[in-house]
């Protein structure tokens, strides 16, 4: 399996400082890697988790609470005639419980943070599959770079065989010194470009490693091997739902909204025990002073009964409804929307290959026009300007089957982005 070495490679050229060592990831192992580390999906982890606790906030509301209270009340309401014979100070203290037994609005309020914690669960599937498609941008892009650079570098290691022959003739003199200076010229053009590409290539390698959020001393080995090139059959057929799935809770959020706001107009039912201690303070009896303590305790059934809101619940109710409405549209508009854009994908991602698989032929074909033109030169049969136009030719036409490959696999990423596994897409 081949490699490209990218930072070994472009350090001699661009001075990069020597990094730790190497750590070679395939396009799996790099998403991988970005899944575990990406902050962004660290925060919607945790958010998801946040919706575990909610639901138990609002589970809570149908269990039973205890309280502890105490008071102290005056008795000023009695006669003056009576006020010898009463306490005047009553001081209460004990314990107080309450279990709601039926309550619509905490039922709608349990349902709510279910359905939060749905939408909050496709977010964060939706975002591990957006740093997907970014680490698979990226690392084909690397792998783009790195086989253009293996292309300068062979295309240099080819002049310089040549150029032994080359020198071998010209001392006999059956060919001119000047075809040495213009193989030397068409050498420099290609170290150009290979020092141009080296520098995109570092670049992009530190756009991934970013991605990757790799430590400085590692350094990257893209094993170019992994990335893939064909789109596959039944791709369509797994049509992502997320967005779908999304508008479809909001809809639902909407219809469990207007009954919460309906349930004001709930009775609602409790059991209650109070238990409490109750002494007496005060003259009694020819100005006596008395203190006695009680053991009370009361259990029942407490029925609450709404009778009038105001009109701000049915304000409420007029807002969802308008809600669902334009919900209910929106959904529609973006299934229509999703379902054009999908298939003008996968059309833009056949012709792309296509055109791939067109330029590989015309690649085959230039580089054997080059061979040929090459032993009519050192024949003698042609001059040196041929030869070094038709490995040009070469050059270009695998630059541009890189290019388009590229281009290829970047069509097939935006397939995949409509796909219900994406990293399974990317990996076939």
Same mark, same amino acid.
């Given at each position: 399996?081949?490699?490209?070495?990218?930072?070994?490679?472009?350090?001699?050229?661009?001075?990069?400082?020597?990094?730790?060592?190497?750590?070679?990831?395939?396009?799996?192992?790099?998403?991988?890697?970005?899944?575990?580390?990406?902050?962004?999906?660290?925060?919607?982890?945790?958010?998801?988790?946040?919706?575990?606790?909610?639901?138990?906030?609002?589970?809570?509301?149908?269990?039973?609470?205890?309280?502890?209270?105490?008071?102290?009340?005056?008795?000023?309401?009695?006669?003056?005639?009576?006020?010898?014979?009463?306490?005047?100070?009553?001081?209460?203290?004990?314990?107080?419980?309450?279990?709601?037994?039926?309550?619509?609005?905490?039922?709608?309020?349990?349902?709510?943070?279910?359905?939060?914690?749905?939408?909050?669960?496709?977010?964060?599937?939706?975002?591990?599959?957006?740093?997907?498609?970014?680490?698979?941008?990226?690392?084909?892009?690397?792998?783009?770079?790195?086989?253009?650079?293996?292309?300068?570098?062979?295309?240099?290691?080819?002049?310089?065989?040549?150029?032994?022959?080359?020198?071998?003739?010209?001392?006999?003199?059956?060919?001119?010194?000047?075809?040495?200076?213009?193989?030397?010229?068409?050498?420099?053009?290609?170290?150009?470009?290979?020092?141009?590409?080296?520098?995109?290539?570092?670049?992009?390698?530190?756009?991934?490693?970013?991605?990757?959020?790799?430590?400085?001393?590692?350094?990257? @080995?893209? $094993?170019?091997?992994?990335?893939? !090139? =064909? +789109? %596959?059959?039944?791709?369509?057929?797994?049509?992502?739902?997320? &967005?779908?799935?999304?508008?479809?809770?909001?809809?639902?959020?909407?219809?469990?909204?207007?009954?919460?706001?309906?349930?004001?107009?709930?009775?609602?039912?409790?059991?209650?025990?109070?238990?409490?201690?109750?002494?007496?303070?005060?003259?009694?009896?020819?100005?006596?002073?008395?203190?006695?303590?009680?053991?009370?305790?009361?259990?029942? @059934?407490? $029925?609450?009964?709404?009778?009038? !809101? =105001? +009109? %701000?619940?049915?304000?409420?109710?007029?807002?969802?409804?308008? &809600?669902?409405?334009?919900?209910?549209?929106?959904?529609?508009?973006?299934?229509?929307?999703?379902?054009?854009?999908?298939?003008?994908?996968?059309?833009?991602?056949?012709?792309?290959?296509?055109?791939?698989?067109?330029?590989?032929?015309?690649?085959?074909?230039?580089?054997?026009?080059?061979?040929?033109?090459?032993?009519?030169?050192?024949?003698?049969?042609?001059?040196?300007?041929?030869?070094?136009?038709?490995?040009?030719?070469?050059?270009?036409?695998?630059?541009?089957?890189?290019?388009?490959?590229?281009?290829?696999?970047?069509?097939?990423?935006?397939?995949?982005?409509?796909?219900?596994?994406?990293?399974?897409?990317?990996?076939?």
């Amino acid at each position: 399996m081949k490699t490209i070495r990218v930072l070994l490679l472009a350090a001699p050229i661009l001075a990069v400082p020597s990094l730790g060592a190497s750590r070679d990831v395939t396009l799996e192992q790099a998403m991988e890697i970005a899944l575990r580390r990406n902050p962004s999906i660290v925060v919607a982890q945790g958010e998801l988790a946040k919706s575990d606790r909610k639901i138990d906030l609002a589970k809570g509301g149908f269990l039973p609470k205890l309280n502890a209270f105490s008071s102290l009340d005056n008795n000023y309401s009695f006669p003056e005639e009576l006020s010898q014979q009463y306490s005047k100070y009553d001081w209460k203290s004990g314990l107080q419980a309450t279990w709601t037994l039926y309550d619509p609005a905490l039922y709608h309020a349990v349902e709510l943070e279910h359905v939060e914690k749905q939408v909050k669960s496709i977010g964060l599937v939706q975002q591990r599959n957006t740093v997907s498609l970014q680490v698979a941008s990226a690392y084909g892009e690397l792998v783009m770079l790195g086989q253009q650079a293996r292309l300068y570098r062979e295309s240099i290691a080819n002049l310089d065989s040549m150029v032994e022959r080359v020198r071998q003739k010209v001392r006999l003199g059956l060919i001119p010194a000047t075809d040495l200076a213009r193989i030397s010229n068409q050498q420099s053009s290609l170290e150009i470009r290979l020092d141009m590409c080296l520098g995109n290539l570092s670049e992009r390698t530190a756009g991934l490693s970013e991605l990757l959020r790799l430590d400085r001393s590692d350094s990257l @080995v893209v $094993l170019d091997t992994a990335v893939p !090139e =064909g +789109l %596959q059959e039944g791709l369509a057929v797994q049509t992502s739902r997320y &967005d779908s799935a999304v508008a479809t809770l909001a809809i639902e959020t909407n219809r469990i909204g207007r009954k919460l706001d309906g349930s004001w107009f709930h009775p609602v039912v409790a059991l209650t025990w109070q238990g409490y201690w109750e002494s007496t303070v005060g003259r009694v009896r020819q100005f006596q002073d008395k203190d006695a303590w009680y053991e009370m305790g009361a259990v029942g @059934v407490t $029925l609450t009964v709404p009778f009038f !809101e =105001g +009109l %701000q619940t049915k304000a409420q109710r007029s807002i969802h409804d308008l &809600d669902l409405a334009a919900l209910h549209y929106s959904r529609q508009a973006d299934l229509e929307a999703r379902d054009r854009a999908l298939h003008g994908a996968m059309r833009r991602c056949r012709l792309a290959e296509q055109s791939r698989d067109r330029q590989a032929r015309t690649v085959a074909s230039t580089e054997e026009i080059a061979r040929i033109l090459a032993r009519q030169y050192l024949d003698g049969l042609i001059p040196v300007s041929e030869v070094l136009q038709s490995r040009n030719d070469v050059v270009d036409a695998q630059i541009d089957y890189r290019n388009l490959a590229d281009a290829a696999f970047k069509a097939k990423l935006e397939v995949c982005k409509y796909n219900k596994e994406v990293q399974a897409c990317l990996l076939k």
